[in-house]
Structures are given as C-alpha cells and as structure tokens.
T-cell receptor, first 110, second 114 residues
Framework: DAKTTQPNSMESNEEEPVHLPCNHS???????IHWYRQLPSQGPEYVIH???SNVNNRMASLAIAEDRKSSTLILHRATLRDAAVYYC???????????FGQGTELSVKP | DTEVTQTPKHLVMGMTNKKSLKCEQH?????MYWYKQKAKKPPELMFV???????INESVPSRFSPECPNSSLLNLHLHALQPEDSALYLC?????????????FGNGTRLTVT
C-alpha cells in the first residue's frame, strides 16, 4: 500500500499562513493526492485533492511538486478552528482504497 | 452535524456479546466504508462496499462481519470481540469515482470491549 510521510507535529500562529508538507516518493503517474483533517472528537473531513496541477478551494491550496514526489497543503490564514490532525493520502489504482498516513498534528497559537 | 449518521455513539460490550454498528447516508452515494481508529493513530481501512457489494476486505478478522442491505445503509456485526478491538469505528461514504469523490465521514461509534 502506498505510504506517505509527514512531520508528526507543527505549530502556527493565528492569521498566519501554514505550509504542511507531505512526501509520497512511491507515487505513480495516476495516483491522486488527498488531504483530510480530523478535529478532536470528529470524523475526518475532506480538505482538497489533486493529481498533477496545483489546486485551490475555499478551505486551502494544494501545491504538488513537479516530480509529484511531494506536496504541500497551504492554509492561507490559520484560525484556532484549524487546529487538527492533517492527513496526506495517496490513492492508487484500486479506487476507494484510501490509506491514511500518520498525519501532522497542527496547533494554532492565538 | 454530518451527513453520515452512525449509531450508537458509544457502545460497551462483553467478549461474548453480539452487537451491531449502524451507518446511514442519504446523499445517493454508491460506496461505503468502515474504518477503525485507535487513540492517537490514523484511521485504518477495514472494508469497502461498492454498489452494495464488498469490494475490499483488508484482511479483517471474521469476528467483524459487514453488511450492506441497501445503498443507504451499512452495518458492522460484532461477535466474540477482544479488548484490543476497543476503538473508534468510523463509517464513510462517497460517490465511488476514483480521484473524484471525497469521502464523507460520520463521527464514529466509540466501542469498548470488556
């Protein structure tokens, strides 16, 4: 199964941008990159996903390296409600098989 | 509130009991999932149903038995569990299209096996 690696934890200040990195060195040309986050006492929540190009939505931006072996989730202005565990997931050819990595616990300081 | 509803929210059961976890969605999704999550760990995929047929079983022990009676409902039948099976059990659903269908998760059932 595809494995991603992320830092265990990161800290950010409120209202500042946050860049959350992910390595997926075994990625193949057709694997998608997904990001989910999990707030305390809740199920995971979809954030964003992409294949090759950078992606933007109302929650975040996803920057994918040219060689696709890494990606970065960008929260443009962190709020206290963004404190969560962020998971980077590599989706292979077996559709529906989303295997979560260890995740990055993001704390946001006021 | 989430669009995927799981019941019960909490469950305590003995090792000889039989119980079931239930999951329901009304988004018209055709794929449904069971994940297991231990404390401070990422969710682990257990089962995937696609169009009401089991498409992925991640070598889960037979004491966990999934069932998908229709496209809106997903059950997980539990029998002869062990204390180490205590965890948060998460259900999710999606449209089932690879790379195009985000998973929508419920808030889980917290199971304690005594």
């Amino acid at each position: 199964d595809a494995k991603t690696t992320q830092p265990n934890s990161m800290e950010s200040n409120e209202e500042e941008p946050v860049h959350l990195p992910c390595n997926h060195s075994t990625i193949s040309g057709t694997d998608y990159i997904h990001w989910y986050r999990q707030l305390p006492s809740q199920g995971p929540e979809y954030v964003i996903h992409g294949l090759t190009s950078n992606v933007n939505n109302r929650m975040a931006s996803l920057a994918i390296a040219e060689d696709r072996k890494s990606s970065t989730l960008i929260l443009h202005r962190a709020t206290l409600r963004d404190a969560a565990v962020y998971y980077c997931i590599q989706e292979g050819n077996q559709g529906g098989k989303l295997i979560f990595g260890q995740g990055t616990e993001l704390s946001v300081k006021p | 509130d989430t669009e995927v509803t799981q019941t019960p929210k909490h469950l305590v059961m003995g090792m000889t009991n039989k119980k079931s976890l239930k999951c329901e969605q009304h988004m018209g999704h055709r794929a449904m999932y069971w994940y297991k999550q231990k404390a401070k760990k990422p969710p682990e995929l257990m089962f995937v149903y696609s169009y009401e047929k089991l498409s992925i079983n991640e070598s889960v022990p037979s004491r966990f038995s999934p069932e998908c009676p229709n496209s809106s409902l997903l059950n997980l039948h539990l029998h002869a569990l062990q204390p180490e099976d205590s965890a948060l059990y998460l259900c999710a659903s999606s449209q089932g299209r690879r790379g195009k269908s985000p998973l929508h998760f419920g808030n889980g059932t917290r199971l304690t096996v005594t």
